[in-house]
Nanobody, 119 residues
Framework: QARLQESGPGLVKPSQTFSLTCTVF??????????WAWIRQPPGKGLEWIGF???????YYRPPLKNRTSIVRDTSKNQFTLQLSSATPEDTAVYFC???????????WGQGTQVTVSS
């Protein structure tokens, strides 16, 4: 059974780049044919998919965020990291990492971490 844990800065200044790391326990990010996702929920809004990195290291990004987003992985630490550049207050959200399972549903989630973009 997988367990995911996010870590990263809580407060970011506008125009900065921030990184959030997801550490995966109980599963390997390189096996099983799974996709490892970043998802966010802005205040008062629904969940918004940001991007995936799959078991082979291929990445997919939400088109409106593609130019500002990068997802990389460290297989030695079983971690994947979201980098979001040129932050704006609209990036304020709770950020989650999750595993996209074989049935096309997110079956494991981290607890979420708040990121606030403010000067």
């Amino acid at each position: 059974q997988a367990r995911l844990q996010e870590s990263g800065p809580g407060l970011v200044k506008p125009s900065q780049t921030f990184s959030l790391t997801c550490t995966v326990f109980g599963d390997s990010i390189t096996s099983g044919g799974y996709y490892w996702a970043w998802i966010r929920q802005p205040p008062g809004k629904g969940l918004e998919w940001i991007g995936f990195i799959n078991y082979g290291g291929t990445t997919y990004y939400r088109p409106p965020l593609k130019n500002r987003t990068s997802i990389v992985r460290d297989t030695s630490k079983n971690q994947f990291t979201l980098q979001l550049s040129s932050a704006t207050p609209e990036d304020t959200a709770v950020y989650f990492c999750a595993r996209l399972g074989g049935l096309g549903a997110y079956d494991y989630w981290g607890q979420g971490t708040q990121v606030t973009v403010s000067s």
